[in-house]
Nanobody, 113 residues
């Protein structure tokens, strides 16, 4: 079973940037799909971005053009670069390891002036 550790959340002003990291345990990371989701208070958890084993990506319409998902297989880590942040991006962000259906603990992102 894998374990995910997230970092990089915090408070940022509208228009600012933030990079989230998710470090995974295990030896098969390089062949597996990874994703980012988010959940705002009072809302359901929603899909944000996915990256597969060969680097193909998919994004929610709400973040397309502003967020970039990437991975470093040598470090067993997936990243979410968030630019041009808006108040509506405020949420707890979760990393997901699809094959094992495992989630990270979540990291809070707050976009406010």
């Amino acid at each position: 079973q894998v374990h995910l550790v997230e970092s990089g959340g915090g408070l940022v002003q509208p228009g600012g940037s933030l990079r989230l990291s998710c470090a995974a345990s295990g030896s098969r990371f390089a062949i597996d799909d990874m994703g980012w989701y988010r959940q705002a208070p009072g809302k359901q958890r929603e899909f944000v971005a996915l990256i597969d084993s060969v680097g193909r990506t998919n994004y929610a319409d709400s973040v397309k053009g502003r967020f970039t998902i990437s991975r470093d297989n040598a470090k067993n880590t997936v990243y979410l670069q968030m630019n041009s942040l808006k108040p509506e991006d405020t949420a707890v962000y979760y990393c997901k390891y699809y094959v094992f259906n495992v989630w990270g603990q979540g990291t809070q992102v707050t976009v406010s002036s």
